[in-house]
């Protein structure tokens, strides 16, 4: 019996049917065979035959006792049993049919599944109810239908898999670390592209609209609002309130935050755009070669805040001419310009707080002038015992104290910024090509064809700190912020050293090692400019060799911003450039006489 149902692969109500007219059948004969044991049709007489065809009619459909002309009433004992029947007469259907449902059949040619009964006499309800719940008990074991889909799921996660090492170079940024080279599956590939997508281009897109259990949140208390009409006042403060203390609780900013410019600024995806150049008023008709936003004009007078977000933007370059614009990112109406006939303007710098510049050439003088009294004053450098040929780079301390020329033979000339008359002389080892003042104007730094760092108190002129830049090469540029010393060099890489630490004056101005804490690699020729914005978070690198060779880093994490510039971002060659006093703008000087002016939109009040 468990052979005959392991082997039954469907069951079907016909089935039924046929298992039950073949267990009479087989009872029928088994009869027969007692009475007589030559079982062959041509020796069958006509009272069997009738008998036989009677029953198949009743049980497979082919009729009834009166279609074949029998008459189970009439005395059997009183025909001749040596009559023959002619069985070709009869039609084949009423002596069987054919199943084709697809049941398997046994060896001994039963119906799989079929309840075979004994030689003993049973009713023939018994037999019935007997194989119907043996039917039932099948179906219960048998699944009637296998999915073929889920049985491949685990031999399909097994071949769908995704290498990480042999596809695009962007597909190696899911690596947990530098030596995965085992494949993947697409469950954890499609999770790792989530956290990628979450860590990069996420955190400055607003994505809150998407947050379902939020929305659920709200929902429920819109429709708690609704069931409790009577008491409507109550529910809108508490609704307010709790929706204040959610944004509070979900939100790690400060609690005194009053604009974006408190909020963390993203590392990769930077908010910017273009409004129109800054010299748009007047362009330059050569290369701007110096742009600077004044430190406080645009402010109020107690420097608290700005008060029109309309700093003043001064430009100067090749065609010896000096600009003044206002800046509102549309019209930035010029406000003054001068010209000065003798020298093509090198170098030009606000003169601290004050209302004065310095412009100086690749002449042995240079101008000071004056834009509140409109005095133009002009200084050679016999007035103060030098036999410079050229003053075209200096730079001016954040107070306005103190100027620094860069001189031959690795000298840096200091004025004092108010009498203009001269202080005393630096010396370093090698030229100097770059120096820049400390964010509180107590130092300076200078650095050169040596490629040591050198630091110099400004009152005492004393050497304090000497390390060698881990570049090796040529020093080209120097910025300094309240935190951070960048060092940028011909070779391009751009070397982030830590600044917080104080400088004693017992120090002596031995070789020292300083590690820097990210060396940056982005740019392929000299780092000619690199200028820090107001709070130090945003490091701007360029240079002047290269076309759109400029590059924005976030200064917390050292990572340099994916989004801008891109290649269709208009730069050229950049030959100057600086942020505003409340880094809301960014301003690049090009060749081509125009100020490239960008709105950084997460400097802006809400």
């Known amino acids: ?128 109810s007997s194989g119907e719940e043996e039917q039932q008990a099948v179906s219960m074991a048998v699944a009637a239908w296998q999915d073929e889909d889920e049985d491949s799921d685990d031999e399909d996660e097994s071949k769908n898999k995704v290498s990480l090492v042999g596809g695009a170079n962007r597909i190696k940024k899911l690596r947990r670390y530098r030596d995965e080279k085992d494949p993947i599956s697409m469950k954890e590939y499609e999770l790792r592209l989530r956290e990628r997508f979450v860590n990069t281009a996420s955190v400055a897109a607003r994505t809150d609209w998407a947050d379902v259990a939020n929305a659920t949140e709200e929902g429920d208390r819109k429709k708690m609002k609704i069931s409790d009409s009577d008491d409507s006042d109550q529910s809108d403060e508490e609704d307010e309130q709790y929706s204040s203390v959610n944004r509070i609780l979900q939100s790690n900013a400060s609690l005194f935050a009053t604009s974006s410019s408190s909020l963390p600024l993203p590392p990769t995806i930077l908010d910017i755009y273009r409004a129109k150049d ?207 010393l960048a060092v940028g060099a011909e070779s391009g890489v751009v070397n982030l050293y830590d600044d917080r630490r104080s400088t004693s004056f017992s120090r002596s101005a031995s070789q020292m090692e300083r590690t820097p804490i990210k060396s940056v690699m982005n740019l392929s020729t000299s780092a000619d400019l690199v200028k820090f914005n107001g709070d130090g978070k945003i490091l701007a690198m360029s240079t002047r060799r290269e076309k759109n060779g400029l590059k924005l880093l976030h200064v917390p994490t050292a990572t340099v911003f994916s989004n801008w510039p891109t290649s269709k971002t208009p730069l050229k060659y950049v030959w100057s450039l600086d942020f505003s006093p409340g880094s809301k703008y960014l301003c690049a000087g090009t060749d081509h006489g125009q100020c490239l002016l960008y709105q950084l939109k997460h400097f802006w009040n809400d």
């Open 1 to 128: 019996m468990a052979k005959q149902k392991k082997s039954q692969t469907n069951i079907s109500p016909l089935n039924s049917s046929v298992d039950k007219a073949a267990t009479i059948k087989k009872k029928a004969v088994t009869k027969t065979k007692k009475k007589d044991e030559t079982p062959r049709r041509g020796d069958m007489t006509t009272e069997k035959l009738a008998e036989e065809a009677a029953l198949t009619a009743l049980l497979f459909g082919g009729g009834t006792s009166s279609d074949v002309n029998v008459d189970m009433d009439v005395n059997r004992s009183s025909r001749d049993k040596s009559q023959d029947v002619d069985t070709n007469q009869i039609p084949d259907e009423m002596l069987f049919t054919i199943d084709r449902s697809g049941v398997e059949v046994d060896e001994e040619g039963v119906a799989g599944g079929a309840w075979q009964d004994d030689d003993e006499d049973a009713s023939e309800e018994e037999n019935e």
């Open 278 to 484: 800054g010299n748009i008023a007047d362009p330059s008709k050569s290369c701007v070669n110096a742009l600077q936003f004044h430190p406080t004009a645009g402010k109020d007078y107690d420097g608290s805040k700005e008060s029109s977000d309309r700093p003043l933007l001064m430009t100067a370059g090749m065609d010896k001419m000096l600009r003044f614009f206002r800046i509102d990112g549309e019209t930035n109406e010029k406000v003054h310009g001068l010209h000065f006939d003798e020298m093509p303007i090198m170098c030009a710098s606000f003169l601290g707080n004050t209302g004065s510049v310095v412009m100086s050439g690749r002449r042995p003088f240079f101008y000071v002038y004056d834009a509140a009294s409109g005095n133009v004053e002009r200084y050679h450098v016999k007035d103060f015992g030098s036999r410079e040929r050229s003053l075209e780079n200096f730079t001016v301390s954040p107070d306005g104290r103190v100027i620094a020329f860069i001189g031959n033979d690795g000298y840096i000339i200091l004025l004092d910024g108010m009498s203009r008359r001269w202080i005393g002389d630096l010396k370093m080892n090698g030229s100097v090509r770059a120096i820049t003042f400390s964010s509180d104007g107590e130092y300076i730094m200078g650095s050169g064809s040596d490629g040591d760092v050198y630091k110099w108190h400004v009152k005492s002129r004393r050497c304090v700190e000497r390390f060698h830049n881990e570049d090796g090469t040529i020093t080209s540029s120097l910025a300094v912020s309240k935190d951070m």
